[in-house]
C-alpha cells in the first residue's frame, strides 16, 4: 500500500512530472507493461496523486499526445511567414515530423509492437480532431489569396488525415523503423506532395515535404 500524500507542489509541475516520467516509462518498458504503480514509484507519490489527476494509464497516455499536438499548433500559429502558402508547408511539415519522429510517433512505434491497433487509431483521429480546425483555419486563408481552391474544406480535412496516414506508413517500410534510403524517401515524399497538391487545389511544385531529420 502506498501511503496517502498531500498534493504540495504547484498542479501544473506535478501533472507535467507524472505525464514526463509516463512517456519514459512507455517508450522504455512499453505500454502493456508499464503500470500506473510503476509510474507513481518513479515520482515517489501515492497513486491517489495520480487518480487526481488522470482516472487511467490510458488518460495519462492521451494527455501525453495531447501536450505535444498543442505544443505543435502553438508553434504553428506562432509562425508569422511572408505569405499564406508558407504557412501551409509550415503545418504540413511540423505535423508530418511530430507524427514521424516526435513523440507521438515514437509512442505508436510502441503501442504497434504490442498490437494496440484501436489505441493507435484512437490517439490518431484525436491528433486530426486537435489540428483541424487549424489546418482549416489555413486553407480558408490560402483560398482567399488564390493559391489553394478548396470547395469543400471538411470533407478535404479527412482526406489530408488520409494522405498523411498513408505517408507515414509509407515512410516506415521496416516493420518497426524508419526508411534508411533516402532516395527512395524523397521519392515517397515527391508523390506525397502531388497528392496534397491535388487535393488542395494548389499549384504543382508549390508543396513542398522536408526530409525529417533525426535530432
Sequence with gaps: ??????VT????????????TALELFLANGYQKTTVQDIVKHVNVAQGTFYYYFPSKEA??????????????????AFKPDNILEKLQFFINRFYRLSYLGEPGLISKVLYKEKQGLLINKLWR???TITNPLLSHILEQCNQAGVTHVIHIDETLCFFGGVMAALLEASSPLEFG????PQILRAKLTIAEKMLETLFGASPGSIHLDEPQVI
Aim: proline fraction near 5%.
Design 60 to 77: 495519462i497516455l492521451e494527455a501525453i499526445l495531447i501536450s505535444h499536438v498543442q505544443n505543435m499548433i502553438a508553434e504553428i500559429q
Design 178 to 181: 524508419h526508411e534508411s534510403n
Design 9 to 20: 507542489k504547484d498542479p501544473q509541475v506535478r501533472q507535467a512530472e507524472l505525464m514526463d
Design 1 to 6: 500500500m502506498f501511503p496517502i500524500s498531500r
Design 126 to 128: 484525436q491528433t486530426i
